[in-house]
Every structure is written in structure tokens, then in C-alpha cells.
């Protein structure tokens, strides 16, 4: 069994079913975010950041953002899942703990919007063309119209 | 002694992702380098939310001309587990065949760009020739030589017959004497070894903990392949070496990339030779899709690509987050410019193998006159010769 997940599950998180193989879904409050992460890192594994994917669920008032990580040695990937209000969107930084994940957290805050408390590299105009960035619209949420 | 700003980039027409690359130096060495991004944002994942399943698959190969085949894989693959679809072996073998030749002529091109951009230009010339027989092959097997649009869900577009057969096996011998002698090269020529060897070394702790992927992270000796990991199309069957050198530098990425053309054509030849019969698409065309989601990964030619496919039902995607490799390389690699000389930016910009041309121009500031001066990238490689 893989030490990632055994230690995931020993936090008192569910893994969520997936159909692909060697893939890993838990739900995080954006509060352990960061004691979940350090504890990962913590067990001596080569594990890299992924990528952060973000989903708008407009309708449910609810921005999720996916942190997609890679297990070297276990070969098989976590994602951790934060769901965050729409209209507040704040989640702690995790780029100080996994260096990897700064430009996913740029990514996230230049298109999304979803603000990585701690990180004060965050910027707009970092992929958004800056008289977009400007008006103060995220152009990947669902609301705004091409 | 004040520093020097010289900002490497951003525009270039051909490529898909200018960037800028902003180097502060002391003299000759870099102090810090600041990546700045944003030029040319498509909205790529925008629009694919607008547009049905089976189109998507001609708009994401279009994300990028050199490796669209492996994108139109990361997606078709993950479309295809939301839905539950089964691929016919066939397909799977022909897929695979066509990324492999897609990795050969792709690194054949990176390492023609070092030479070139070393000051090898007869090198550049030689490996440019040589990768336009596989360009062909590409063609015969899909029907266009950059942009394939092979894919189809749950299959591939094209068959392959014996005449084909023979074909690839032909070329792909020349091919691959040639690419042996250019390991040689590499390894051996004084003005490459002089300008690769010890050059941007990335230690494999800080390849991880930067999230480096790839050829990148591979050259810095840690072993991930997607191919090999996390097995997709026919990989799971096809046997093969992962390729890693231990030293981290310039030169250990671009063997690893050499080497990786030999593995990748012996690969071929196995596909070739274990082809399944059967069916290459499905008989009725996939239209709408079920509830569902996806972490499809693919190892491309720069390394890990990733989409996550989000599907509420229907016939289009609720979303489509594309998370190519050198988004990680370009902007988590500047670890690689510490200490490292003016005259090798470029290099260790190269040896990552960026998905853009940035290094077209150069403008140098002197900040203690204010003098501008705009150099090309040939005249900032020659600087360290």
C-alpha cells in the first residue's frame, strides 16, 4: 500500500472514486491545506507539482481548485481538492512548501482569480493581457463572455 | 559594479508562447533571472468549453505544431476514460507509432537548435536534413507532415499497410545511424562539449522540488517517465528503456534526448513488427458524454503534459485545463541560471527544450550610460567563445 495515501487516510480524509488507475481524489479544507502538504513532503518521497487545476462552479457558488501531484516513487497521483466560495476565493499558499507550484498559483490568480494568501509574487498580467487584467475580470470564469 | 539588465525576448512569430526572460547580470554573471509571461495568452481552454467533444480534438492539437499528436492523445485519452470508451488495440499501436515519430523528429530539432545556437551551424544544417525523412514518414503514416490530425475519439484516422510498413523500417535505419553519429558528436566535439559540459546544473533534489519534468528532469538523474509510470496507449506492451544521465548539466539533457531518439526507434520497429489486426475507430462517431472527470497525463517530448477534463454531460466540456511542460520548465527552471555566465542563457534556455523562440532578439542596457544595443542570438553565443 502506498505510504501517500495511507498517510492521507490516517488525517481522516476520503478518497473519492475515480475510474483511471493511479489516481487518488481527496477532499481538503483550505484551513489543513497546508499541515496535509508539509506532511506529505515530510514523508521523504519525490513528489512534484503537477499542476493546479481550477474549476468555476457558477452555479453552486463554489470555485474548486485541484492540486495535482505526482508521486515519483509510488508512481500514482494525488489531488487534493479545496473548495472555496465563489465570491472569496482564498486558499494558503503552498509554493513555499513545494517550490514547483509557484506558476500554477499564478496561473490560478491571473485567470481565476483565486488568491494564494502568503504568496507575494501574485500578479495580475502574468498570462492576461494586461488591459484585460486591468478591468478586473478573470477571463476563465464561467460569467465572462468572449 | 552596477548590475546589467538584459532582457532575452519576448516576440517571436512561429511559436506558440513568447516570453521574456529578464537577466540581471554583474559583469558576466547572472544574478537573477525574472521570467515574464503573458504575450500571447489564446484562451485556448475558453474556447473548448464552447465547442463539442469531438471537435476538441482538432482545436487542442492546435496548441502546439511540433507536439500536437500527444495533445490530441492527452485529450482524446481522457474524453475516452469519462466515457468509458474502448480503443481498438490497433489504434492504440498506431497511435503510439505516430508519437514516437513525433519525439524523434522533435528532438532531432532541439538538438539541431543547440548546435546552432552554440555556433555549430554545419551541425544545425546536417541534423535539419536528417530530420526531414522522419517529417515524411509523419506524413505518410497521417497524411500531414507537422499538424497530423490523426485522432478521431476512440480511434485514429488512418490505416497502415505493408508498403508503409517497409517504408518506415527503411527510413528509420538511415535514420537512426545518423542519430548515433551525432551522440558522438555531442559527446565528443570540443566546441559542444565546451559550451554544454557543466553548464545550468539543476541537482535532482531541486529537479523535484521544482517540478521540473521531462528530459529536464531526467537529465538531472531522476527516473519519471510518463511511458513508463503511468502507461497510456500501447506503452504498457511496448518494451523500452527510460533514459536518465546523472549529471544535470546541458549535456546530460541533450543525450538524454539522443538517446531517447535511438530508444524511440527501436520502438517503432517493435510496433511495426507486433501491430494487431483489427478495427482502428469505433463504427458510430462518440457524440455526448456522461457525468465525469479526468487526470489524463502523456509523456511529450518535453516532458509530463497534463489535462484535467471536467464533463457535466452533453455534448461539450464544462472545462479543459491544459498543463503543458514547459510551463513548469520555462517558468520553475530559473534555478538553472544561478551563477551562470551571460553567453549561457541561451544554452540553458535550449537544453530545456521551451516551447518558444524567445532568444530571437537581445537588447543590453548599460544602466551606467544608458546605452541600448541589440544583439541577435548568434552574437550573445559567440560572447563565450
Not at chain 1, 501517500?4 to 478518497?15: K, Q, Y
Not at chain 2, 526507434?265 to 483489427?278: A, F, Q, S, T, V
Amino acid at each position: 500500500m502506498s505510504k501517500a495515501v495511507e498517510f492521507l487516510r490516517s488525517l481522516g480524509l476520503t478518497c473519492k472514486e475515480v475510474k483511471q488507475a493511479r489516481r487518488y481524489v481527496f477532499e481538503v479544507s483550505p484551513d489543513k491545506l497546508r499541515v496535509v502538504v508539509t506532511g506529505l513532503i515530510k514523508l521523504n518521497l519525490n513528489i512534484y507539482s503537477s499542476t493546479i487545476s481550477v474549476v468555476d462552479y457558477i452555479n453552486e457558488g463554489v470555485i474548486e481548485v485541484n492540486y495535482c501531484l505526482w508521486v515519483i516513487d509510488e508512481k500514482l497521483m494525488i489531488v487534493l481538492r479545496v473548495r472555496v466560495p465563489r465570491d472569496s476565493p482564498k486558499v494558503p499558499t503552498i509554493h513555499d512548501i513545494i517550490p514547483g507550484a509557484l506558476n500554477g498559483e499564478l496561473e490560478a490568480y491571473d485567470l481565476f482569480g483565486v488568491v494564494f494568501e502568503g504568496n507575494d509574487k501574485l500578479r495580475r498580467g502574468f498570462l492576461v493581457p494586461l488591459d484585460i487584467a486591468n478591468q478586473g475580470v478573470f477571463p476563465l470564469r464561467k460569467d465572462f463572455k468572449v | 559594479m552596477s548590475l546589467i539588465e538584459i532582457p532575452v525576448g519576448p516576440q517571436h512569430p512561429a511559436l506558440h508562447e513568447p516570453i521574456l526572460l529578464r537577466v540581471r547580470a554583474d559583469g558576466e554573471r547572472v544574478v537573477g533571472i525574472q521570467v515574464v509571461t503573458g504575450y500571447n495568452h489564446r484562451g485556448v481552454e475558453k474556447l473548448g468549453e464552447r465547442s463539442t467533444w469531438s471537435k476538441d480534438v482538432f482545436l487542442y492539437s492546435r496548441i502546439c505544431g511540433i507536439c500536437n499528436t500527444v495533445h490530441a492523445q492527452t485529450y482524446t485519452q481522457g474524453v475516452e476514460a469519462i466515457g468509458g470508451i474502448e480503443v481498438p488495440p490497433r489504434a492504440q499501436y498506431l497511435r503510439t507509432l505516430v508519437m514516437e515519430l513525433e519525439r524523434i523528429h522533435s528532438h532531432i530539432l532541439i538538438c539541431a537548435v543547440m548546435a546552432e545556437v552554440v555556433g555549430f551551424d554545419s551541425l544545425f544544417m546536417l541534423m535539419m536534413r536528417d530530420r526531414e525523412p522522419v517529417m515524411m514518414l509523419k506524413e505518410l503514416v497521417t497524411g500531414n507532415r507537422v499538424i497530423a490530425d490523426y485522432y478521431v475519439l476512440g480511434g485514429v484516422r488512418r490505416d497502415l499497410d505493408e508498403v508503409k510498413k517497409d517504408k518506415i523500417l527503411k527510413v528509420l535505419e538511415g535514420v537512426e545511424a545518423r542519430v548515433k553519429y551525432y551522440k558522438k558528436i555531442f559527446m565528443e566535439d570540443y566546441t559542444i562539449t565546451k559550451r554544454l559540459l557543466g553548464v545550468g546544473v539543476i541537482k535532482p533534489s531541486e529537479a523535484v522540488a521544482y517540478s521540473l519534468v521531462g528530459p529536464t528532469l531526467r537529465g538531472s538523474g531522476v527516473k519519471s517517465d510518463v511511458r513508463a509510470d503511468d502507461p497510456y496507449a500501447a506503452y504498457g506492451e511496448i518494451p523500452f528503456n527510460v533514459v536518465t544521465y546523472s549529471d544535470g548539466d546541458s549535456l546530460s539533457r541533450m543525450l538524454v534526448r539522443l538517446d531517447e531518439t535511438l530508444e524511440s526507434i527501436e520502438m517503432i520497429r517493435y510496433i511495426i513488427k507486433h501491430l494487431p489486426e483489427g478495427p482502428i475507430a469505433p463504427k458510430t462517431p462518440i457524440r455526448t458524454l456522461h457525468e465525469g472527470e479526468a487526470f489524463s497525463r502523456v509523456e511529450a517530448p518535453r516532458g509530463e503534459l497534463i489535462y484535467h477534463i471536467v464533463s457535466k454531460g452533453g455534448d461539450k466540456p464544462y472545462r479543459v485545463k491544459v498543463r503543458t511542460p514547459s510551463f513548469n520548465n520555462i517558468i520553475n527552471g530559473v534555478i538553472a541560471y544561478r551563477d551562470a555566465r551571460i553567453a549561457d542563457v541561451p544554452v540553458i534556455l535550449t537544453s530545456f527544450d521551451p516551447c518558444i523562440s524567445c532568444t530571437e532578439r537581445i537588447l543590453v542596457i548599460d544602466e551606467r550610460n544608458g546605452s541600448t544595443k541589440v544583439l541577435s542570438l548568434k552574437d550573445l553565443s559567440r560572447w563565450g567563445k
